[in-house]
């Protein structure tokens, strides 16, 4: 059975969370199945283009984002 870790980033810029996520994912056990939504064209995304992480794309505008929301439930 694989853990499947679903992380959710909303920034456009590099700061100290999506180094701390990256770094996550760069060192995490290959038994673990990661996907990080995120915004496309953000700096978090191209970062992790390189790893084994499944990206998936979505604007995440705010908290009461309703079309994130549904993406984000369709997604788990």
């Known amino acids: 059975m694989t853990l499947k870790v679903l992380h959710v980033n909303g920034e456009r810029t590099w700061r ?3 180094r701390q996520l990256y ?5 995490t056990s290959p038994s673990i199945e990661s996907h990080v939504m995120c915004r496309r ?3 978090l995304s191209e970062r992790i283009s ?3 992480v499944r990206r ?3 604007r ?3 908290g009461f984002d309703l079309r ?3 993406q984000l439930s369709r997604l788990c």
């Not at 770094?23 to 060192?27: A, V």
């Open 68 to 70: 994130s929301a549904w």
């Open 23 to 27: 770094l996550q994912l760069k060192y």
């Open 50 to 52: 390189e790893l084994p």
């Open 56 to 58: 998936h794309f979505s």
């Open 60 to 62: 995440l505008k705010n």
């Open 16 to 18: 100290g969370g999506e």
């Open 41 to 43: 064209g953000s700096a």
